[in-house]
């Protein structure tokens, strides 16, 4: 049966701008101008003779044709991508992209990946980092990506991989100062947010009171904000699986055994399909074998208080 032609161009910019909500994130996904992918998309609702989106300021709502249209176009064009890598001679075959957030790949990734290289010594891996949890990641040049207090999006998989235990940490010196929870609002406190959000969930979770937990300065990231806390700076909330590092040296402890779970958690991320690629299996496979032994991590050392029972 003869095929009709299909505006192919302008269904992908649909997709893209569906899937990403936005003209402008298209854009920048399939490197085109924000111009060039609001004109594809009206060429389709021309051809089509229906209205895709509803364009509110700075907004974009899908229609219900829409809606339907992008359920369809995603898995076609993730299958046509599968397709052509299961046949395509590509030189990168053996190099992996990672991407993940900057302290995690430090003090999580890094000090475990020559166990993935021995197992897998023909596998390059490229291991990219990012700061700002909300930006997208494009996998056209990225194979999976680590992301954290992820919002979730239909057309991804996410896999639960560890959440985030928050306690405070400082140098030996200054943990000695600290007899109570309550001696934190006489010292400065650091935060590797604008938001301030680690402080709020630890002393809302702990209850301690008369501890201003929206003061102190505020770092890019949270190994910049370790690093000043084990210089003696302050007292920063981190998560125990980050600070192995700085335990060992004697640059950092616990001053308070008291730990919170935040409601935010790390996820492993990928297209739809994309674990048919089998170096994108073997670092997924790696990774959770590698996260369930974390489960079994060493205990860090703490200052015990008088009176508390350490957990």
């Keep these: 049966m003869k095929r009709r032609p299909l505006p192919l161009n302008a269904l992908r910019a649909f997709e893209v701008a569906g899937r990403l909500e936005?003209?402008?994130?298209?854009?920048?996904?399939?490197?085109?101008?924000?111009?060039?992918?609001?004109?594809?998309?009206?060429?389709?609702?021309?051809?089509?003779?229906?209205?895709?989106?509803?364009?509110?300021?700075?907004?974009?709502?899908?229609?219900?044709?829409?809606?339907?249209?992008?359920?369809?176009?995603?898995?076609?064009?993730?299958?046509?991508?599968?397709?052509?890598?299961k046949v395509e001679d590509r030189a990168d075959d053996t190099v992996l992209s990672v991407s993940a957030p900057l302290t995690f790949s430090m003090r999580w990734i890094v000090p475990r990946l020559g166990r993935f290289q021995m197992e897998y010594p023909n596998l390059q891996v490229q291991l990219g980092t990012y700061n700002d949890d909300l930006a997208p990641v494009d996998f056209n040049e990225v194979d999976i990506a680590i992301r954290f207090a992820d919002e979730g999006n239909e057309q991804l998989v996410h896999e639960?991989?560890?959440?985030?235990?928050?306690?405070?940490?400082?140098?030996?010196?200054?943990?000695?100062?600290?007899?109570?929870?309550?001696?934190?609002?006489?010292?400065?406190?650091?935060?590797?947010?604008a938001q301030r959000e680690d402080w709020r969930i630890w002393l809302e979770g702990t209850g301690i009171k008369g501890v201003d937990g929206t003061k102190g300065p505020v770092f890019a990231t949270l190994d910049m904000a370790m690093e000043a806390a084990a210089s003696g700076f302050g007292v920063v909330i981190s998560d125990p699986a980050m600070i192995g590092e700085y335990v060992v040296t004697n640059r950092l402890t616990v001053p308070f055994d008291l730990p919170v779970d935040s409601p935010y958690a790390y996820s492993l991320c990928y297209p739809r399909g994309r674990?048919?690629?089998?170096?994108?299996?073997?670092?997924?496979?790696?990774?959770?074998?590698?996260?369930?032994?974390?489960?079994?991590?060493?205990?860090?050392?703490?200052?015990?208080l008088p009176g508390r029972q350490n957990t």
Excluded at 38 to 44: A, D, E, I, K, P
Excluded at 280 to 298: H, N, P, Q
Aim: charge should be positive; charged fraction near 30%; include cysteine.
């Design 22 to 85: 936005s003209f402008t994130k298209a854009s920048h996904e399939l490197n085109v101008t924000q111009g060039a992918v609001s004109r594809q998309v009206q060429h389709l609702e021309e051809v089509l003779g229906r209205q895709l989106f509803e364009r509110h300021h700075r907004r974009l709502q899908l229609t219900r044709a829409g809606r339907n249209l992008l359920e369809s176009l995603t898995p076609a064009f993730d299958a046509i991508e599968n397709a052509v890598a």
């Design 160 to 193: 639960f991989l560890t959440g985030e235990r928050l306690l405070p940490v400082c140098h030996p010196s200054l943990a000695k100062q600290l007899k109570s929870p309550e001696d934190l609002a006489g010292v400065t406190l650091l935060h590797c947010s």
């Design 275 to 304: 674990l048919e690629r089998r170096k994108v299996r073997a670092f997924r496979d790696w990774l959770m074998s590698e996260i369930k032994l974390e489960t079994t991590r060493r205990k860090y050392p703490s200052k015990d």
